[in-house]
């Protein structure tokens, strides 16, 4: 079993811009290269050549995540689809909730673990204490002890 020892930060639950940035920018290039958001033409070549003209005059780029492929006489092509504004919103949303709700429970484990390091402390204080009020009254029945003792000698 690991000895680690574990300390309440301030900051672990605190939001950071950075890093919202970071996971947004990767939330959005998983979503980028998925299928969810490319416009995709497979079909056999002749067919496909002219939708990929009326693509490329419509001013549609290619998908920069696939590359064009020809596989057994049908050509599949991915375009990224337009107006994807709404779609990067969401995704938005979502990673904000989810960063949010992770820094909410990192709070609440800094809250525990605080609790339970004020526990911990109060009751070593408190045992000390026990401990050197045992120690005195051990010391004051010795001192009776000898005393009754040296009270029998002289008799």
Known sequence: MENVNKHVSLQSFQFDQEVFDK????????????????????????????????????????????????????LLVCFEKEN?????????????????????????????LLA??????????ESKALQVKEEKEMASALAEAKEVFQNLKAS
């Open 84 to 112: 994807l504004d709404e779609e990067l919103k969401r995704i938005e949303q979502e990673v904000k909730a989810q960063y949010e709700l992770e820094l909410e429970a990192e709070e609440e484990r800094n809250i525990q």
């Open 116 to 125: 339970q390091q004020l526990f911990t402390q109060k009751k070593a204080k």
């Open 23 to 74: 996971r947004l920018k990767n939330a959005i290039f998983s979503f980028k290269s998925s299928a969810a958001a490319l416009e995709t033409i497979h079909e056999p070549v002749s067919l496909a050549i002219p939708k990929i003209m009326e693509m490329a005059q419509k001013g549609r780029k290619l998908s920069q995540f696939r590359s064009p492929q020809i596989l057994n006489g049908y």
